[in-house]
């Protein structure tokens, strides 16, 4: 069986010096490799190169990172929006749009997540401690292979399917969450104090599985949080499962 291509998104970090680097955890690419996928790290570039690129690719992974601009979901910057780059943005939004119209399978992970979301139409809480003082602390300062809160998984979900019980302890690196779901997914994880934790496709036969939480910094530890990474590489092997696994249900 061919090893199918995965692209997975960077950012732009503009951190350490006075020229930006395009940068990634390896994590990421740890995970693919692992999962019987070929890594490919995309730039972020103008949205106008999206189409030639779509053809090239069998899967997406969407990867963590900073706040997404609030008029891209049409909010006014709150208090508590923390830094944001539209050129990521842009690229993003028009990157999963031509994906889901090609029916490309992808996972999206915390940032990825929210990107999802709000580019299929949906918003977001721009700061949770704001929006919800009464939420658990979803920010901590700790290690990302430390486990840090339960999410309730809903049976009827690949993610229950995945991992096979509806109470998983997860880490948490996020001070944002989506807020509106957009009329293309269905909340399928939530965390215990109501903060949605993951995503999926309304549709049957689709995969587009998006996750609050990073299985890509637990997997070494915990070798069930390969498992997403693992879905996204079925999904993603052509005339094989795409569209026809039990893990593409609605």
């Known amino acids: 069986m061919k090893k199918p291509i995965i692209g997975i998104t960077s950012f732009i970090d503009r951190s350490r010096q006075s020229v930006p680097y395009f940068s990634l955890k390896e994590s990421y690419v740890k995970a693919i490799e692992m999962a019987g996928?070929?890594?490919?790290?995309?730039?972020?570039?103008?949205?106008?190169?999206?189409?030639?690129?779509?053809?090239?690719?069998?899967?997406?992974?969407?990867?963590?990172?900073?706040?997404?601009?609030?008029w891209l979901f049409g909010q006014e910057p709150l208090v508590g929006l923390g830094s944001f780059d539209t050129v990521r943005d842009e690229w993003e939004i028009e990157l999963c749009n031509r994906a889901w119209e090609a029916r490309i399978p992808m996972l999206g992970i915390c940032r990825g997540c929210q990107l999802m979301n709000v580019a299929r139409g949906g918003s977001l809480l721009q700061d949770i401690e704001r929006s919800n003082p009464a939420a658990l602390l979803h920010n901590p300062q700790i290690a990302h292979d430390e486990l840090h809160h339960h999410i309730i998984i809903e049976r009827d979900s690949i993610l229950f399917e995945l991992f096979e019980t509806e109470s998983l302890l997860v880490n948490s690196f996020h001070h944002q969450a989506v807020d509106k779901v957009a009329s293309d997914f269905k909340i399928t994880a939530r965390g215990t104090d109501g903060i949605i934790e993951a995503l999926e496709p309304i549709e049957s036969g689709r995969f587009a599985l998006a996750l609050q939480f990073h299985p890509e910094g637990l997997f070494l530890r915990y070798g069930a949080f390969l498992k997403p990474f693992s879905a996204l590489i079925a999904a993603s092997c052509k005339g094989d499962l795409t569209g026809e696994s039990s893990l593409s249900h609605s």
């Open 37 to 70: 996928g070929i890594p490919v790290i995309l730039s972020a570039t103008s949205p106008d190169v999206v189409n030639a690129l779509i053809p090239t690719l069998d899967g997406l992974v969407f990867s963590g990172g900073g706040d997404i601009a609030p």
